[in-house]
């Protein structure tokens, strides 16, 4: 081994709770001998970067947690961001994860060496790490995304994008803008409405948005949880039912079962009681089909442009200025702050995935999506690269909790370990048969779903890929589980074996790792 190699039998990449529970799920499934790489300083992904005023959960805190840690100290049914920090955090010391982190360790490429049958993952700085297997945790909400406009480098004074607030700001007195009306902006537009003088919306798209069931879980309630047989198992159910229903259910099954129709009448109601001028209630109308773009639920965005500082601008952004923003009807808005609350890039070159990968034969994994169409078995494995797993590939997610998705998606991953363990196989590979079927059977469904049937146009929703389709799941949340505990294991070749090395792991996790 040279200076500034490691070797490992399992790489986590990310230190989100996708890889957070990866490590979790391979310590219980017996695989102790890994490594999780996270490029930020510190764990929790999405709730360590994200601390702009505001920012929780939208979906209810009962079902966005795992299911064997699950805890009664959530402040409200919909907890806030710095919550989630803290669950992430109790989580990596509970399960002793945290002496198996690499913080500071960007990956910028992984190649697969046939000649060893590991992946070799080369980190910013020059070191290497040499895993047997990869598990990619990355997600996809990690790479903030600047909007294209003219002169958006220009503005004189403060500019940040949601996913990095700057704290050392404040807005107080302040003339603020805001780029953007998504889920971020839902969140962070009530938070820091009161306290501006001035602030402007600049809404290319509106947002559906609908009330939201919050409410604060005082400390008699959180008792009640943890005192009252099956108190704990019954508040999952009801919020597991609530978050299938709003959105698997209602996606992925719109032309059997409408409930999205519901939701748009229940939508337009809240508009009505929340917003007084009728012509602004009119601009925040979404005229595409509820489920086309991710909406949001909040009791608190919608009646806030009913305060006198907050102005709606449904313009389009002509350029930004070194003073403001001018928008197409060449009015000019002198702004303090600017605050760009339009998300992050998903389904787009150079973020799924955000470093080079190179698998067998010299296959390069962005160029075969670009030329093949997004598609992954199950949303975990691609033909061509072996020993390759991810989190939250294309077709994997359903639109439920995330954490359904890494308990699910961490059940297959560890059936194949165990299998190649069992046949001291070097090599798991899915083959190209069984990636086709499922692609196949994912892009049969479309017929079904709100994406394709219901009236997407003018959406500018993430969702669609570069090729038109739409990589989610389209599978209620049983049926993942289901499939995942049972998909036939012929589905996958195991080749090769492993040969016992003195300066490397095995696939039984017999030599420990090896780190600087």
Request: hydrophobic residues 40%.
């Amino acid at each position: 081994m040279t200076p500034g190699e490691t070797f490992v039998d399992v790489a986590i990449i990310g230190g989100g709770f996708s890889g957070i529970g990866a490590a979790i799920l391979l310590d219980r499934a017996g695989f102790d001998d890994y490594l999780v790489l996270e490029a930020g300083d510190g764990l929790g992904g999405a709730w360590h970067w994200n601390t702009y005023p505001g920012v929780g959960v939208d979906i209810p805190s009962f079902s966005y947690q795992f299911s064997f840690e699950q805890t009664t100290r959530w402040s409200r049914v919909y907890a806030p961001g710095r919550e989630l920090k803290a669950y992430a955090e109790h989580c990596v010391d509970k399960y002793d994860v945290r002496r198996r982190v690499r913080l500071g360790a960007r990956v910028v490429s992984a190649r697969f060496v046939e000649s060893e049958d590991r992946w070799h993952l080369e980190l910013h700085g020059g070191d290497v790490v040499r895993a047997r297997f990869v598990v990619s945790a990355t997600g996809v909400l990690t790479q903030p995304k600047l909007p294209d406009i003219a002169g958006v480098d220009s503005f004189a004074g403060v500019t940040m994008h949601t996913a990095r607030w700057d704290h050392d700001v404040a807005l107080a007195g302040k003339r603020v803008g805001v780029v953007g009306t998504g889920a971020s902006a839902v969140q962070v537009i009530p938070t820091i409405a009161p306290r501006v003088e001035q602030l402007t919306v600049f809404q290319r798209t509106p947002i559906w948005c609908l009330p939201k069931p919050d409410v604060a879980l005082p400390s008699l309630a959180r008792a009640g949880l943890r005192a009252v047989p099956g108190a704990k198992f019954a508040a999952r159910l009801a919020s597991q039912t609530f978050v299938e229903a709003t959105f698997p259910i209602a996606a992925h099954f719109h032309g059997l079962l409408p409930t999205a129709s519901a939701g748009e009448r229940i939508g337009r109601a809240y508009l009505r009681r929340a917003v007084h001028d009728p012509v602004v209630r009119e601009r925040l109308t979404p005229a595409y089909s509820l489920g086309c773009k991710r909406p949001s639920f909040s009791n608190a965005y919608l009646p806030a442009f009913n305060l006198p500082q907050v102005h709606l601008e449904t313009h389009g952004i002509a350029e930004i200025t070194p003073s403001g923003v001018r928008t197409a009807d060449g009015e000019h808005h002198d702004l303090d702050v600017l605050v760009l609350a339009t998300g992050f890039k998903v389904f787009e070159r150079g973020n799924l995935p955000s470093f080079q990968v190179v698998g067998r034969d010299g296959r390069d994994l962005e160029e075969w999506w670009m030329r093949e169409r997004f598609q992954a078995y199950q949303g975990i494995s691609v033909p061509g690269f072996p020993n390759l797993f991810s989190i939250l590939g294309p077709y994997g997610y359903n639109g439920s909790s995330y954490f359904n998705l890494i308990e699910t998606q961490m059940t297959h991953i560890t059936r194949l370990l165990r299998q190649a363990r069992r046949r001291d196989a070097a090599r798991v590979e899915v083959t190209p048969e069984a990636n086709s079927a499922y692609h196949r059977k994912m892009l049969g469904r479309r017929k079904h779903q709100v994406f394709f049937q219901g009236q997407c146009g003018g959406a500018n929703s993430y969702y669609f890929d570069e090729h038109g389709d739409v990589p989610f799941r389209a599978s209620p949340t049983l049926e993942t589980m289901w499939e995942a505990a049972r998909f036939p294991l012929s589905d996958y070749t195991f080749e090769g074996s492993v040969e016992p090395s003195a300066s490397t792991s095995t696939a039984r996790g017999e030599r420990p790792v090896q780190r600087r």
